[in-house]
């Protein structure tokens, strides 16, 4: 289950979300990151991800659109998101191309990592 975080502020926000690109950067050059990084980005992404839906509510339709909303608001392309799942860049393509179904690691990241709905995630 999640933890609730406090609300934040923008510059909070901001502040934050600059950290989190520095993280995905980190894992986007050297592939990985430490226990304490990781755990770090995920935390940061669910702060981050509960100030936005807070602050900017959208409704998606699917879980693919939920899963290209969360890449357009971190600036992840496809290989950034399989490198935060722990997955391929082809398997994310197939995913979202509808070529394959989810399986339980990656709907558990989907929900951990971009604190995507798991009523989403399971409803497809």
């Not at 940061?44 to 509510?57: K, R, V, W």
């Amino acid at each position: 289950m999640p933890v609730k975080f406090n609300k934040m502020t923008k510059a909070e926000y901001n502040k934050k979300h600059l950290r989190m690109e520095e993280l995905l950067m980190l894992l986007t050059e050297k592939g990985k990151l430490t226990v304490t990084q990781d755990k770090e980005l995920e935390e940061i992404s669910e702060e981050i991800a509960i100030y936005e839906e807070d602050n900017y509510p959208f409704e998606v339709e699917s879980l693919k659109e939920m899963i290209e909303l969360r890449m357009y608001q971190r600036k992840l392309k496809q290989k950034d998101l399989a490198l935060i799942l722990g997955t391929t860049p082809s398997r994310i393509s197939e995913v979202l191309n509808g070529k394959r179904q989810l399986n339980f690691e990656l709907a558990k990241g989907l929900y951990s990592k971009l604190n995507i709905d798991p009523n989403l995630i399971f409803s497809e």
